[in-house]
C-alpha cells in the first residue's frame, strides 16, 4: 500500500505546491466564522499576530503567578533525558554491531509522574536559566494534552476564553480538549499529526512551529515503529536476562536515571521518522518535496494549524526561563471527502490506527 | 498511474462511505452562507425543495412566454440523433469484426447549429409530445453551457437572480457562468465532472441526477476515447477513401441524417465510460463499491452539485413536452489540498487536461 501510493506522489506534492502559496497567511485581526471556515475548508493554516492581546492570560501569567494560583496543587509532569516527548529514537539494532551503523527505531514516550506544580514549575526554569548545573538533569514539560486547562489546570482557566468564538461558531462546536502547555527551550515536540482542527496561542516565550501539509505524507516516511516509554533505571542494576521486564537499551541515557522500557505487549506505532530539520536522515524519494512552512508564535500570536497537518513544534523561554501556551482542539470533520482522501494519500487502511493519549481527548494521528 | 491509484481504492470508498449518509441532505430553507460553506468545505451535495419558489422564471416560464420573450431570435442548438451530446458511444472496432464484439470507444459531441428560438422549441416539444410521428427525427438541446443566460438569453435573465446569495456570500465571487438548459426526455447528459461549484434549479419539468463523489474515480472507468462530432451526412454518399476527410463510422445512424466524424487533428479526452445505470458494462473492479446518490429536482428545487462530482443527467418534461433549467458555476477554488489529492486519487497528472468548451467558461473535468 505504502509504496503504491508513493509512486505519483510526485505530481501530487508539486501540484499543491504550484497552487498554494509558500508562505503562511497572516491575519491583522480575528476572521469572521465565514473567513474561518474558508481556511479550513481550503485546509491552510494562518497566524494572527497579537490575536490574544487581550486575554487575562497575556498580562497575568508569569511564574510568581502561575506559582501562586496553583500553589498546593498536583500536576502530571512528562520527563525525558534529551526533551523528547514522543519522538523516534535510532538505536544500534544489536550489541553485535558495535559501530552502530545498523539503527533501529523506537517510539518513546515520556516517564508520566506527579509533582507540585510549583516544585516542575522550578525544575523548568532551573535547567533553562542554570544548564551548567542541570547538564544532568531530565526535561520536564507539562502537556497532558487531555483537557488539562480543565481539569488539572482549572483554576487558570479563567484567564482565558472558554472556546475561540470564530472557531466555535463556524465549526459549531464546542472545543473537544483545551491544553495547557508549560516547558523551556529543552523540549520538542517531534513531527506528528493530530486529528483536530487545533487553535494555539503563545503566552510566555516563543514556539516554532515547522508545518506540512498533508499532501506531504510521502515525505516523512512514515514506519511502524516499536513503542516504548521512559522509565526511572531500577535501583539495582539488571540486565536483559534479570527477569525485570526492563531492557536496558540505551546506555549513554544512563546518567539521566531514565532507561527506555519496551512496551509489553508489544505494540507498533506509525510514526514519521523524517524530519525536516535533518532532512538527509531518513528521506524517502519524496522528502526533497517538501515545502516546509516555518512560523515562530510571539506571545499574544495565534495559529490555526489545520487538521491532518504534520507539525513540528520547539520553544525558546521567556527571561524567566519558562514558555508557556495554550490551545484549542476542535473535532474534524470525518465525513465529505477530505479526511477520507488525506488518509488514502498517506497510504492508510482507514484510520484505525487513530490513537487516544492519556485519556479519550488525545486523537494523535502518528 | 491509474493502475497504482486503484490499488488502495477499495478502502479509499469504503472508508468514505462508511462516514457520509448514503442519502443526500434536504434543507427546508436557503443555507446561512457559514452553513453553506460548511457543505462546500465537506465537498457534499445538498437540495433545497422548492427553494427557487419565488422566482419570477417559476410563475412565468412556459413555452408561450418564452416564445414572445425570445421571439426573432436566434439560438445555438446541439443536435444529436439519440440524445446524446458530449458521451461515449461504443463502436465496432473493425469492418473485420462483423459480430461488433471487439468495441471501440469514441467520445462524441453534438452538432452545433443555430435556429430561431422559437422553431427549436416547436422541435422540442413535438419531439416529446408527437414521438410517433418524430421517431426518426434527431434531438435538440439549447445547452451552449457558456454562459448562455447573460449572453444569448439575456431576455430571459430578469427572471432569475443574478447570483446565488448565500453562493456569492460565502464563495466570495459572482458566478463565473450562468446557463439556460432547455430540452426533453430524449436527452441525457452523461456521466461527467466539472471544476465547478454548481447551483442548479429546475424551472419546467423535472431532471433527473445520478451523483457520484471524486472518491469513485475508480469506478467510472476513465479512459483516454478519441473526440469525434456529428456532422450532416454529406449529399454524395461518401467513402473512408473518398478524401472528403468524412468518416461513416455507424451505419445505424443513418436515418438521423448525422454521421459520427473523427476531429482531425485526432484528440483523446479522459472520459467516463462506466455508466451506474448500466452497471455490468465496462465495470472496473471497483464499480461495485460505488454508492450513487439519486435525486430529482421538481420545478422550484434548487441542488447544490459540489465541485469534482460525477454526475449524469436525464429530465422529464412540464405537460408543454419541455424541461427548462438555470444554473450557476462558481470557479472551484484549486488552493487547498481537496482539488490537488481528488486529482491524484483520479490518477491524473495535475490538471492539464481540464477542458474548456464553446468559449472560455467551460472547465468540464471529462
Ligand atoms: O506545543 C507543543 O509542544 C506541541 C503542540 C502540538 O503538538 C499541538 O498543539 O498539537
Ligand atoms: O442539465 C443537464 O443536462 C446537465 C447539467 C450539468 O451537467 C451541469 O449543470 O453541470
Known amino acids: 500500500m505504502r509504496r503504491i501510493v508513493r509512486n505519483g506522489g510526485n505530481h501530487l506534492i508539486t501540484t499543491y505546491h504550484s497552487l498554494n502559496p509558500p508562505t503562511i497567511t497572516e491575519l491583522s485581526e480575528d476572521p469572521s466564522p465565514l473567513e474561518f471556515m474558508r481556511h479550513v475548508s481550503l485546509n491552510r493554516p494562518f497566524i494572527i499576530r497579537n490575536g490574544a492581546r487581550d486575554w487575562k ?3 497575568r501569567w508569569n511564574a510568581n503567578y502561575l506559582c501562586t494560583v496553583m500553589e498546593g496543587q498536583t500536576v502530571n509532569v512528562a520527563t525525558t533525558p534529551l526533551g523528547n516527548a514522543d519522538s523516534v529514537i535510532h538505536l544500534p ?13 523506537i517510539f518513546v514516550k515520556p516517564h508520566e509522574t506527579t509533582s507540585p506544580f510549583t516544585t516542575a514549575l522550578q525544575q523548568i526554569q532551573a535547567q533553562e536559566l542554570h544548564p551548567e548545573t542541570h547538564s544532568s538533569s531530565p526535561t520536564h ?8 486547562l480543565r481539569n488539572e489546570y482549572t483554576s487558570l482557566f479563567t484567564d482565558v476564553p472558554q472556546s475561540i468564538p470564530f472557531a466555535r461558531i463556524a465549526l459549531n462546536q464546542d472545543p473537544d480538549a483545551i491544553n495547557f502547555w508549560l516547558g523551556n527551550s529543552s523540549s520538542t515536540t517531534a513531527l506528528h499529526k493530530d486529528n483536530y482542527e487545533n487553535i494555539y496561542v503563545q503566552v510566555t516565550g516563543k ?10 505524507a510521502a515525505c516523512v516516511n512514515e514506519k511502524a515503529v516499536l ?13 536483559d536476562s534479570s527477569g525485570t521486564g526492563v531492557t536496558t ?9 531514565l532507561v527506555i522500557r519496551v512496551d509489553d505487549p508489544n505494540q507498533y506505532i506509525p510514526f514519521a521518522t523524517w524530519d525536516p530539520d535533518t532532512p538527509s536522515h531518513n528521506p524517502t524519494p519524496y522528502s526533497h518535496l517538501s515545502r516546509p512552512l516555518r512560523v515562530t508564535l510571539n506571545e499574544g500570536d495565534m495559529l490555526y494549524l489545520p487538521a491532518l497537518w504534520y507539525h513540528k ?4 523561554c521567556s527571561d524567566e526561563g519558562i514558555c ?3 490551545n484549542y482542539w476542535y473535532d474534524v470533520d470525518f465525513a465529505g471527502g477530505f479526511w477520507s482522501m488525506a488518509n488514502f494519500v498517506r497510504g492508510r487502511e482507514g484510520g484505525t490506527e487513530r490513537r487516544r493519549r492519556n485519556d479519550k481527548r488525545r486523537k494523535m494521528e502518528r
Open 324 to 326: 508557556c501556551a495554550v
Open 207 to 216: 514556539k516554532h512551529f515547522v508545518l506540512l501539509p498533508p499532501v506531504e
Open 249 to 257: 537499551l540505551d546506555p549513554d541515557l544512563r546518567t539521566t536515571h
Open 227 to 239: 513503542a516504548a516509554t521512559y522509565t526511572p533505571r531500577p535501583t539495582t542494576t539488571t540486565s
Open 57 to 59: 492570560a497575556l498580562q
Open 141 to 148: 514539560y507539562l502537556q497532558t494534552q487531555n483537557d488539562n
Open 313 to 316: 513544534v520547539s520553544q525558546s
Open 93 to 105: 539494532s544489536s550489541p553485535s554491531s558495535p559501530r552502530g551503523k545498523d539503527e533501529k527505531a
